[in-house]
């Protein structure tokens, strides 16, 4: 019997957008999905904000995608350690990809254009602000 190959998808998801999805689509090609999932804490300390949604809302919607097997949490930056400590194959993340492993176990895709979390941040906030002027005058 053949060993299924365990795939990391290393993510902070803050908000959840069609990108995402197509990164855990193309993952899924090479084997079984594992989503590594950051913490708040890192997100703020990282990225600087507090997410949207927090770990365990984020997780639950992960885990509800049909190419997640499973959901664990993992450091922002992942690195060998962590793959051990989850069986991990192969890391599958976009072209912002920032973590240390090596080469051999690491599967680098184009991100999806003109989509981020970033962005829809923005976008909402921009809304708010619309709204709230309507609103003024």
Request: hydrophobic share 35%.
């Given at each position: 019997?053949?060993?299924?190959?365990r795939?990391?998808v290393d993510?902070?998801?803050?908000?959840?957008?069609?990108?995402?999805?197509?990164?855990?689509k193309?993952?899924?090609?090479?084997?079984e999905?594992?989503v590594?999932?950051s913490s708040?804490?890192?997100?703020?300390?990282?990225?600087?904000y507090?997410?949207?949604?927090?770990?365990?809302?984020?997780?639950?919607i992960?885990?509800?995608?049909?190419y997640?097997?499973?959901?664990?949490k993992?450091?922002?930056?992942?690195?060998?350690?962590d793959?051990k400590?989850?069986n991990?194959?192969?890391?599958?993340?976009?072209?912002?990809?920032?973590n240390?492993?090596?080469?051999?176990?690491?599967?680098?895709?184009?991100?999806?254009?003109?989509?981020?979390s970033?962005?829809?941040?923005?976008?909402?906030?921009?809304n708010?602000?619309?709204?709230?002027?309507?609103f003024?005058?």
């Amino acid at each position: 019997m053949s060993k299924i190959t365990r795939i990391m998808v290393d993510m902070s998801a803050p908000l959840i957008h069609h990108g995402h999805i197509r990164l855990l689509k193309k993952a899924a090609k090479f084997g079984e999905v594992v989503v590594g999932l950051s913490s708040d804490k890192d997100i703020l300390k990282y990225k600087g904000y507090i997410p949207e949604l927090n770990f365990r809302q984020r997780k639950e919607i992960i885990s509800s995608i049909k190419y997640v097997g499973s959901v664990v949490k993992v450091n922002y930056h992942v690195d060998e350690k962590d793959l051990k400590k989850h069986n991990i194959d192969l890391l599958v993340h976009g072209t912002d990809n920032f973590n240390k492993v090596k080469k051999k176990k690491l599967k680098i895709f184009n991100r999806t254009p003109g989509i981020s979390s970033s962005l829809l941040r923005i976008k909402a906030s921009n809304n708010i602000k619309l709204k709230k002027r309507k609103f003024v005058s």
